[in-house]
């Protein structure tokens, strides 16, 4: 009786054994992502993609909602109105951030000094505003701008002399780019101050060796080292600034002869969709602004990073 050869059976290799780990691992790390995705899907994505679909419509009486293309884009870009709005936000953005960042820049240079008496309550005090609801500062601001019922109206009635009006239609831009200053210099000043206590103390004391003075620190230590703080800070207020809404929404009211419903492309954006029942041309102005200021944001962030390195 013969009997057959034993047949060996190889275990798994080494490399084998480590691509199924490696496949499990990957797998398990899309599980981990897997709920993340699935909230940005349904609140970011779904909601571009539904306003782009809307874009390339047109509700019209005779006929009902009809496919248009990109009429609705040539339209905009044809829009006086619209394009009114953006010249206004873009000098909003060129004037107000600027001076904002640099209020937000000095205030946290001041407190990481270490010089300012009673430092916890200016830091605590200059922060305080962002906390306060933009629809609450927009009223309290709009109150104290009012000639016939606020704080202007009541120094002009006790020093008997004519302020200028806030709310007219040449001021109120500027008293819009105030309020939203006050609201988010304290904000910007954190995001500087944080930066700023990171930096290794190694670095003051070599320029205390090499008896630098204050000036020639803060240029060539702090503003350097808080450069990323500056340009994600930038960023933050150009996207805040071409999404300019909430302080008009509420001060048109207050002074509607001045803030029209087209005064931001947000605004026009809002009363085209609520006002005017235009779904399709409010869609269509929204996704025009969110890829302007995408673009700006994404070039403004090449630029600063670029001077980083």
């Known amino acids: 009786m013969t009997t057959s050869p034993a047949v060996s059976v190889k275990p ?11 496949a499990r691992g990957r797998w398990t790390g899309w599980g ?12 970011f994505l779904a909601p571009i993609a539904y306003s782009i679909y ?23 870009f044809s829009d006086a109105a619209f394009w009114e709005g953006f010249v206004r936000v873009a000098l909003f953005l060129v004037v107000q951030v600027p001076i904002m960042l ?23 005090g200059i922060f305080l505003p962002y906390a306060v609801p933009a629809v609450v500062a927009a009223f309290m601001w709009g109150f ?33 780019g105030n309020i939203v200053t006050w609201e988010f210099a304290g904000y910007n000043m954190l995001i500087f101050y944080s930066a700023l206590r990171v930096i ?30 500056l340009v994600v800070a930038t960023i933050f207020s150009i996207i805040g600034s071409f999404q300019l809404f909430n302080e008009p929404s509420i001060m048109q009211s207050l002074a509607p ?15 085209l969709a609520f006002s005017g029942q ?29 001077k980083a390195d």
């Open 200 to 229: 290794p103390t190694s670095l003051y004391e070599a320029a205390a060796i090499d008896g630098a003075s204050q000036f020639r620190v803060i240029r060539a230590i702090k503003l350097p080292a808080i450069r990323g703080s």
């Open 144 to 176: 104290m701008y009012g000639e016939r019922f606020g704080l202007v109206g009541n120094l002009e009635d006790l020093l008997g002399i004519a302020l200028p009006e806030l709310l007219s239609p040449d001021l109120v831009l500027a008293s819009i």
């Open 12 to 22: 798994p290799g080494r490399a084998q054994t480590r691509a199924a780990r490696h």
């Open 54 to 76: 809307l874009s390339l419509f047109r509700s019209q009486l005779v006929g009902g909602t009809v496919f248009v293309g990109l009429d609705n884009y040539v339209a905009a």
């Open 32 to 43: 981990f992502l897997s709920p993340f995705m699935i909230v940005f899907a349904l609140v």
């Open 257 to 271: 002869n001045a803030i029209t419903t087209s005064f931001t492309p947000n605004l026009y954006a809002y009363n």
């Open 278 to 306: 235009q779904l399709n041309y409010s869609a269509t102005v929204a996704i025009i602004m969110g890829v302007i200021t995408m673009v700006i944001a994404y070039v403004v962030q090449l630029r600063g990073m670029r």
């Open 102 to 124: 640099c209020i937000s820049l000095i205030a946290a240079l001041a407190i990481d000094s270490g010089r300012l008496y009673g430092r916890d309550f200016f830091r605590i």
